[in-house]
T-cell receptor, first 114, second 111 residues
């Protein structure tokens, strides 16, 4: 069990550019989550996958955000036309779905939009 | 969704036992209580999870009274490295999009 991994760990981009983050969940975890965290706040839920199906999206996930989980393994989160307000830590978590279920988080990707 | 209330911050000294209480008055029958620890620039780390009474693992204990309207995370003999933000979450784990983080409790351990 190597834990949840996220790449890159840091990303600096200019406003208007597109960025993509990758999350590799714990192997055999069929649930995967994306969160966003800004300074001083707790993580905010963005979206949730059960295998390859995206089951819920938060209202925080504007149409500039898209997430995929092809083949139910790794996931990508893309932000198009980035804005300065997108600067945050983007966290990925996975869980097995066995009850009581527990989410395990990755180290996050810190995005800075200049 | 069961809303949680925690103290914003707490201070302690090395070697002391720290108890952080979380209120969740409208907890539902299927809800579990989960605590996470988060260090700066890292993802939250799972500490402990419980449904009722007492749960203990190698790092903490979780006390849940019979009415389940609150819970207390107990950290024995804290060290400087326990300085972190601690989050209490309450939700139905069969529906994991039900889990929501609050602002957490910022614990500062002093020498």
């Amino acid at each position: 069990d190597t834990g949840v991994s996220q790449n890159p760990r840091h990303k600096i981009t200019k406003r208007g550019q597109n960025v993509t983050f990758r999350c590799d969940p714990i192997s055999e975890h069929n649930r995967l989550y994306w969160y966003r965290q800004t300074l001083g706040q707790g993580p905010e839920f963005l979206t949730y996958f059960q295998n390859e199906a995206q089951l819920e999206k938060s209202r925080l996930l504007s149409d500039r955000f898209s997430a995929e989980r092809p083949k139910g393994s790794f996931s990508t989160l893309e932000i198009q036309r980035t804005e300065q307000g997108d600067s945050a830590m983007y966290l990925c978590a996975s869980s097995s779905g066995l009850l009581p279920d527990t989410q395990y988080f990755g180290p996050g990707t810190r995005l800075t939009v200049l | 969704l069961a809303k949680t209330t925690q103290p914003i911050s707490m201070d302690s000294y090395e070697g002391q036992e720290v108890n952080i209480t979380c209120s969740h008055n409208n907890i539902a029958t299927n809800d579990y209580i989960t605590w996470y620890q988060q260090f700066p620039s890292q993802g939250p780390r799972f500490i402990i999870q419980g449904y009722k009474t007492k749960v203990t693992n190698e790092v903490a204990s979780l006390f849940i009274p019979a009415d389940r309207k609150s819970s207390t995370l107990s950290l024995p003999r804290v060290s400087l490295s326990d300085t972190a933000v601690y989050y209490c979450l309450v939700g139905d784990t069969s529906n994991n999009n039900d889990m929501r983080f609050g602002a957490g409790t910022r614990l500062t351990v002093k020498p």
